[in-house]
């Protein structure tokens, strides 16, 4: 099975700008921000939780704030990639907004005028990102009150950068661990056949690692953490075993 098709030259589609060398395109109304609007809610519930005093314009604003230091991570995580792939010399071809989520798209995975230390670099990018707002962000945390808004926002910013950190460098194909891992063997002489399926075992073992953590944070009450590494488990499975593949 193959990941679903981001984009593609041929596709339908509406370049609404450019960020360096590469074009930010839009499909028919796949672009409308439905991750934006079904998160404000969520985050203002959190807010109401984790204060109970506060009222429901306080609990709006402060939903609001979260919902884009949240997403806006995730943005800067991919305007990192776009950044650091024309700083290489090698931009890529498209950044796709689809439910008002960027979308790195590049055509070929393989092509032939990119060095391996180029792949490594643009894969980097977003991962040093969100080292660097990680960082910020606890540093903010560190100086704010507990209890104020500041502080929850600093350490809704830091977990979500935290979060997509450790996701993103996982050795799977279409993250940003893959590419590292796989270009890096080839670096060091591997052919991509062997690097490829060096990157398949290695996400077994971490796929099965997750899972095994699964288990044990369900059987802690972690209910939600359980979810997430169960759902990372099968991913690395799933390649693994050559039931996903990239491109």
């Known amino acids: 099975m193959k990941k679903p098709t981001v984009y593609e030259p041929g596709m339908p589609a509406r370049i609404i ?25 969520i985050m203002s519930w959190r807010a109401g939780r984790l204060d ?5 314009a306080e609990r709006a604003v402060i939903g609001a704030v979260t919902t884009l230091s949240t997403l806006g991570v995730e943005w800067g995580h ?27 798209v590049y055509y070929d995975l393989d092509p032939g005028d ?14 040093i990102f969100n080292v660097l707002t990680a960082t910020a962000a606890g540093i903010w945390r560190t100086l704010s009150s507990p209890g104020s808004s500041g502080h ?15 996701a993103g460098l996982l050795p799977y194909p279409g993250l940003d661990g893959g590419p590292i891992l796989k270009w890096s063997l080839v670096e060091r002489g591997r052919t991509q056949e062997a690097a490829d399926r060096t990157v398949q075992v290695v996400d077994g073992m971490v796929g099965a690692g997750l899972a095994a953590g699964a288990v044990a944070a369900g059987r802690s009450g972690h209910r939600w953490l359980s979810g997430l590494l169960a759902l ?12 996903l593949r990239e491109g």
């Not at 929850?152 to 450790?166: D, H, K, P, Y």
């Not at 990372?232 to 039931?243: I, K, R, S, T």
């Open 17 to 41: 700008g450019r960020i360096w060398d590469t074009p930010v395109v839009v499909v028919d109304c796949s672009w409308v921000p439905l991750t934006q609007v079904a998160l404000w809610p």
């Open 52 to 56: 109970p005093q506060r009222g429901p």
């Open 78 to 104: 991919n305007l990192a990639h776009v950044a650091a792939a024309h700083f290489v010399g090698r931009p890529m071809d498209a950044l796709r907004i689809v439910f008002g989520m960027p979308l790195c």
């Open 114 to 127: 990119v060095t391996p230390r180029q792949h490594i670099l643009r894969a980097l990018g977003g991962p």
């Open 152 to 166: 929850e926002v600093a350490g809704t910013t830091m977990g979500a950068s935290l979060l997509i950190l450790g």
């Open 232 to 243: 990372l488990g099968l991913l690395g499975l799933g390649f693994a075993v050559g039931l």
